[in-house]
Structure formats: C-alpha cells, structure tokens
Antibody
Framework: EVQLLESGGGLVQPGGSLRLSCAPS????????MTWVRQAPGKGLEWVSI????????YYADSVKGRFTISRDNSKNTLYLQMNSLRAEDTAVYYC??????????????WGQGTLVTVSS | DIVMTQSPDSLAVSLGERATINCKSS????????????LTWYQQKPGQPPKLLIS???NREYGVPDRFSGSGSGTDFTLTITSLQAEDVAVYYC?????????FGQGTKLEIK
C-alpha cells in the first residue's frame, strides 16, 4: 500500500524558515518524480514544486521561486521542501504527492495527508 | 501561465441525478504530437487529500466508479457524474499538466439537493 507521510509543519514567524519532509512507502521512491502542492485554509489547490526521480530537474511556482527549494535523498527515501523567507500567504496545508512517472509528467496518483504550515507573528 | 476556470463554483444535485462540471483552460492543453489532452480531475472530500479520478481528460483511474466520466478536448472539458451518490459530495478540481507551472481550477463544490 502506497503511503506518504509529511512532517515538519508548524508555526513560524514571517521571514522565518521551515523544512518539510515526506517519507514514502509502498513503492520504489527513486523511480518517480515527486511534488509539493499546498492548500490555504478554505481555499483551492496550488502547485508548488516538482522534482524528477534523480533530482536533476526541478520546477517551481513563481510564488515560491527563490525562496523554496525542493530536494530528495533517494538513499534515505525522503523528499524535502526547504522554505525560507516565509510570508503570511504561505500559510497552508502542504501535501507531498507522487507523480505517475519518473520524469515530471505533472499529475499525481498518491497524496499524503498534509502538514500545516502557519506563518504568523 | 495557463489559467484554469471551472464552472459552476458550486452545484447541488439530487441523489440519482446527473452532475456536470465544466473546466476551461486559457490555452489548449492538447499536444498535437500525441493527440493527448494534458488534463486531470481530482476529487477532494472534507479533511482528506485530493484523489485522482481521471487523467488524459477521459481516462478513468483504476477503482474509480464508472459513473464518473471525463470528456472534452483542447480548451473545454467536462466531468460528468451520472446517478449521483451521497459519497460523491466533495470539491472537484481540474488540473492541467501541459506545462509548468501546473495549475488547478478554483474547484467546484458538489452538494446534495
């Protein structure tokens, strides 16, 4: 059974940093691209970033480019999202999700339960 | 960026009746090289992550009931739920994966009338 477990969310002050992690199981992590998608409270889905299976290719939404960094450690079976210079508008539930392919196909067949990031003073 | 616009924003349908949700993209998401539409539909129930229902505009994922169907091409797409069931109450999102940034529609909230 495929499972994705996010962690690392919490309350952070504006301008602060946070690193999210996603621990997958039930599939060969190193064979698939992975993504982060966020959802502000009561709002819709917003794609954040994607990384290819080997980490060589990454893409970002304009809203986070230059502030967020997606990475992965295939030896540790873990996906990361380093978030710097956080703003109030980054407050959201952050989902990690599995791409259907090893390259960035761009749609996602399994999702974690999400981790809440709250940016507030 | 490709803007995805869904209509309506909310919809109330009687049990057993048909629900239709529309999705329009600001530019075509049809790749001429393979004649595929790079469009998915997700279902999100309260307190849950999204669930992939349909890919390539009309390909129903394994395990998704056949009352769910997707259609359309180019810029105009439709998700149809025939014979609405109580468990179909959710927010439905379309998403394009034709190009980054991948973008979602604003969502359509489906309720029981």
């Amino acid at each position: 059974e495929v499972q994705l477990l996010e962690s690392g969310g919490g309350l952070v002050q504006p301008g602060g940093s946070l690193r999210l992690s996603c621990a997958p199981s039930g599939f060969t992590f190193s064979n698939y691209a992975m993504t982060w998608v966020r959802q502000a409270p009561g709002k819709g889905l917003e794609w954040v970033s994607i990384i290819s299976d080997n980490g060589a290719t990454t893409y970002y939404a304009d809203s986070v480019k230059g502030r967020f960094t997606i990475s992965r450690d295939n030896s540790k079976n873990t996906l990361y999202l380093q978030m710097n210079s956080l703003r109030a508008e980054d407050t959201a539930v952050y989902y990690c999700a599995k791409d259907i392919a090893n390259w960035n196909q761009g749609f996602f067949d399994y999702w974690g339960q999400g981790t809440l990031v709250t940016v507030s003073s | 960026d490709i803007v995805m616009t869904q209509s309506p924003d909310s919809l109330a349908v009687s049990l057993g009746e048909r629900a239709t949700i529309n999705c329009k993209s600001s530019q075509s998401v049809l790749y001429s090289s393979n004649n595929k539409n790079y469009l998915t539909w997700y279902q999100q129930k309260p307190g849950q992550p999204p669930k992939l229902l349909i890919s390539w505009a009309s390909n129903r994922e394994y395990g998704v009931p056949d009352r769910f169907s997707g259609s359309g091409s180019g810029t105009d797409f439709t998700l149809t739920i025939t014979s609405l069931q109580a468990e179909d109450v959710a927010v439905y999102y379309c998403q394009q994966y034709y190009s980054t940034p991948y973008t979602f529609g604003q969502g359509t909230k489906l309720e029981i009338k």
